[in-house]
């Protein structure tokens, strides 16, 4: 049964005031609407997550929000800023606390379609993205193989946010596009079958409780 209606959520940015890597994943999120999504933006400053905490049973209703607006998505645009080589931590955190889907129904986020960005200082964004694709399949999602790691992104964007060559507004469209038309293939066929996700839940590793018991 093919879906009509697809959800694609952005989560990114970073604690800073401006921050290019939100400024990217809003056009990415425009290309997605375009593509006929309905979007929503998880801002990670405005979130203002706690550090993920394992011995933490309540969080607080941002994580709550964060981790239903994921699992409900049928399309993720992921958007980091690169620090020291890698994702940020703030952004890292957030990933950390999607640890609390692992008892949904499919677990993490399985058959969901994830477009990646980074923006970066220097030129070496990719570092970032693949930190990122590492994550995503750690979480049993799908990378699609479009990725955007903006290099140089202090002169690539005007203090509002706005890139200031159109041809970057047109990669993070086709970003946007691309993740909610595998997002359609997926929700028409999810590729994982039964014995598939049998088999991944036979191999999932012991849980922390369960490790010391063992
Ligand atoms: C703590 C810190 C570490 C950074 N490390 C790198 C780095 O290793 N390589 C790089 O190219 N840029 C680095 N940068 C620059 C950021 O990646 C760049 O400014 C990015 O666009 C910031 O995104 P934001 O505006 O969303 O915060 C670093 C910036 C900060 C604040």
Known sequence: ???????????????????????????????????????????????????????NDSPPDSVRRMCDAIHRADGLIWSS?????????????????????????PPYLTDKVVGLISTAGGVQGLQAVNTMEFVVRALRGWAVPLVMP????????????????????????ALGREVTRASFQFASEPPTKEDAARAEAGITPLSDREAKSA
């Open 81 to 105: 800023p690169m620090y020291n080589g890698t994702i940020s931590g703030s952004f890292k955190n957030a990933l950390d606390w999607l640890k609390l889907l692992d008892d949904r129904n």
């Open 1 to 55: 049964m093919t879906k009509k209606h697809l959800t694609v959520v952005g989560l990114g940015g970073s604690l800073a005031l401006h921050s290019n890597s939100l400024a990217a994943l809003r056009i990415a999120l425009e290309g997605a609407a375009e593509a006929g999504a309905t979007t929503e933006l998880l801002d990670i400053r405005q979130l203002s997550l706690p550090m993920y905490d394992p011995a």
């Open 150 to 173: 903006i290099a140089q992104a202090w002169k690539a964007f005007d203090e509002r946010g706005i890139p200031r060559v159109s041809q970057l507004t047109e990669q993070l469209h």
